[in-house]
C-alpha cells in the first residue's frame, strides 16, 4: 500500500532560525495536504498542493510539491516559539482516504 | 458553532471490555474517518465513510468496528479484540463530495487507557 515518510523525525532550533521538513511517498499523489499538531491537540490543515511543482507561501512558510508529485517540503523562515508543534503531511491517491505522514517534531527555544 | 465533537476526552477501561467513542459533526459533512495516534507515531487509519450506511476499513481495522447509521455520527467501537488498544483516537470529517480526498477537520479526539 501506500507510504508516505517524513524527515527528519525531529528537530530542535533556536528562535528565529529556519526549518524544514521533507516528506516522500512511495507512490503518485493527486495532492497533499500539511497540518500541524500543538502538543496536546488535534491536527489542523494548513494547506493543499495540487499541481506538479507548485509552490505556496503563508507568511514565513514555503511549500512545495515536486514535480513528479510523489514529495513536498515545508520551509519556516525565522522560526517562533509559536511554531512548536508536530507537521504532518498527507498524501491523496486515487481514493478519497489520505495516507499521513509519519510527522516532524519542531521544538523551537528562546 | 460548527465542529465536531468527541466524547469523552479521557476514557479508562478495564482489559476485555469493549468500548464505544463518539464522534458527531455538524459540519454537514459526508465523509468521516476515524484515526489512530501513538506516542511519538503519526496518524494511522482505521475506518472510513464517504456515505451514510456505508464504511470501508482502513489500514488497522482488526479489532474495531464502527457504524454510520446518521450522516452526523460516527461511533468507533474498541473491541476485545484489538490487542493494544490505549491510545489516541482521532475522528475527522470532509466534504467528501468530489471523490477524491479532501480537507479534514479533526476533532479533539479521545484518550483511551485500558487498564
Known amino acids: 500500500g501506500q507510504q508516505v515518510m517524513q524527515i527528519p523525525q525531529y528537530q530542535h532550533v533556536q528562535e528565529g532560525e529556519d526549518f524544514t521538513t521533507y516528506c516522500n511517498s512511495s507512490?503518485?499523489?493527486?495532492?497533499i495536504q500539511w497540518y500541524k499538531q500543538r502538543p496536546g491537540g488535534h491536527p489542523v490543515f494548513l494547506i493543499q498542493?495540487?499541481?506538479?511543482?507548485e509552490v505556496k507561501k503563508q507568511k514565513r512558510l514555503t511549500f512545495q510539491f515536486g514535480e513528479a508529485k510523489k514529495n513536498s517540503s515545508l520551509h519556516i523562515t525565522a522560526t517562533q516559539t509559536t511554531d512548536v508543534g508536530t507537521y504532518f503531511c498527507?498524501?491523496?491517491?486515487?481514493?478519497?482516504?489520505?495516507?499521513f505522514g509519519t510527522g516532524t517534531r519542531l521544538q523551537v527555544t528562546l | 458553532d460548527g465542529g465536531i465533537t468527541q466524547s469523552p476526552k479521557y476514557l479508562f477501561r478495564k482489559e476485555g471490555q469493549n468500548v464505544t467513542l463518539s464522534c458527531e459533526q455538524n459540519?454537514?459533512?459526508?465523509?468521516m474517518y476515524w484515526y489512530r495516534q501513538d506516542p511519538g507515531q503519526g496518524l494511522r487509519l482505521i475506518y472510513y465513510?464517504?456515505?451514510?450506511?456505508?464504511?470501508q476499513k482502513g489500514d488497522i481495522a482488526e479489532g474495531y468496528s464502527v457504524s454510520r447509521e446518521k450522516k452526523e455520527s460516527f461511533p468507533l467501537t474498541v473491541t476485545s479484540a484489538q490487542k493494544n488498544p490505549t491510545a489516541f483516537y482521532l475522528c475527522?470529517?470532509?466534504?467528501?463530495?468530489?471523490?477524491?480526498?479532501?480537507?479534514?477537520?479533526f476533532g479533539p479526539g479521545t484518550r483511551l487507557t485500558v487498564l
Open positions: 459540519l454537514n459533512h459526508d465523509a
Open positions: 507512490t503518485t499523489l493527486s495532492n
Open positions: 465513510s464517504q456515505i451514510v450506511n456505508d464504511f
Open positions: 498542493l495540487v499541481k506538479s511543482g
Open positions: 498527507a498524501g491523496a491517491g486515487t481514493a478519497s482516504k489520505l495516507t
Open positions: 475527522a470529517s470532509s466534504m467528501g463530495t468530489s471523490g477524491r480526498a479532501d480537507t479534514q477537520y
